[in-house]
């Protein structure tokens, strides 16, 4: 098989060749760091596969795959390769195109590779047109959020909350500045945070990952977590395997498996 991989990140590009390159079954293996690179490698060579990225400057992973779709002759089949997480990919999972969730393993990428050899030129095509929706969707997200409290409806950047609190039958919603006690499940709050980075570390906590600054691993299997400004929360040991969502690449850890 002949594969592109195409990705703004070095280090997502070299995890990706070292995957695809290690597999007897390929006879070409090429890479470009943008989709404008990757689109001039495919007016000049024929590929059987394109490893996306979905998010890279100037021109996504969707809207090349878009130009693809219009032009006329064969196109590759495409797995898009996202750091979305597993709740907001989930509409289109189902779906012929296939994806890999960053950070991957080896054998999500093989098992996509061997998924996507299979189809034939008429599938690829008709599959890249039922899944460009979906992500773009995705992609155009609102920025914010909106919360009822005390009889206003505010609109607040999740980039701003560091931390939701279960209290109850409530929810504390922590900002850097100011807090808001809203009537919500924590699990509830999960489900609708997840997308903006949150992850659930305690049955009563969610954090905000971009704030998240060390993790220390204790003898017992937990862990404790330590939040921009030094504040600490313990992760139990029934959502550690939510840690591996922090970082898109993990360098000489462990991966926080679910036992």
Same mark, same amino acid.
């Given at each position: 098989?002949r594969?592109?991989?195409?990705d703004?990140?070095p280090l ?5 060749a070292?995957?695809v390159g290690?597999r007897?079954?390929?006879? +070409?293996?090429?890479?470009?760091g943008d989709?404008?690179? =990757?689109?001039e490698?495919?007016? #000049?060579? &024929?590929? $059987?596969?394109? !490893? ?6 100037e ?5 090349l ?6 032009r ?5 089949? +495409? ?8 709740? =907001?990919?989930?509409?289109?999972? #189902?779906? &012929?195109? $296939?994806?890999? !969730?960053k950070p ?6 093989h098992?996509a590779?061997?998924?996507a050899?299979?189809?034939?030129e ?11 929706p ?9 920025? #914010?959020? &909106? ?13 701003d909350v ?27 709050m999960?489900?609708?945070? #997840? ?7 305690h ?16 003898a ?6 330590r ?13 550690k ?6 970082a ?12």
């Amino acid at each position: 098989m002949r594969v592109l991989i195409v990705d703004d990140e070095p280090l997502s590009r070299k995890a990706l060749a070292d995957v695809v390159g290690s597999r007897k079954d390929v006879e +070409i293996l090429e890479w470009a760091g943008d989709a404008f690179e =990757a689109l001039e490698m495919l007016d #000049k060579n &024929a590929y $059987d596969i394109l !490893l996306l990225d979905i998010r890279m400057p100037e021109l996504s992973g969707i809207e090349l795959a878009d130009r693809l779709n219009k032009r006329r002759g064969s196109i590759p089949s +495409i797995v898009f390769v996202t750091a979305h997480d597993q709740h =907001a990919v989930a509409a289109f999972e #189902k779906r &012929a195109v $296939d994806y890999v !969730l960053k950070p991957f393993s080896a054998e999500r990428i093989h098992d996509a590779l061997s998924v996507a050899i299979r189809r034939t030129e008429s599938e690829r095509a008709a599959q890249v047109i039922k899944v460009l929706p979906q992500l773009e969707t995705l992609l155009s997200k609102p920025a #914010k959020i &909106a919360i009822k409290t005390k009889g206003r409806i505010l609109f607040v950047d999740p980039a701003d909350v560091v931390i939701v609190e279960a209290q109850g039958n409530y929810v504390l919603l922590q900002r850097q500045s100011g807090s808001y006690l809203l009537r919500e499940s924590i699990s509830t709050m999960a489900g609708k945070l #997840k997308p903006y980075g949150f992850i659930r570390i305690h049955r009563s906590v969610l954090v905000n990952s971009s704030f998240v600054e060390e993790i220390q691993p204790w003898a017992t299997g937990e862990y404790a977590l330590r939040i921009r400004g030094g504040k600490e929360y313990t992760v139990s040991r029934t959502y550690k395997s939510n840690l591996k969502s922090i970082a898109r690449f993990w360098i000489g850890t462990e991966s926080f498996a679910s036992e």
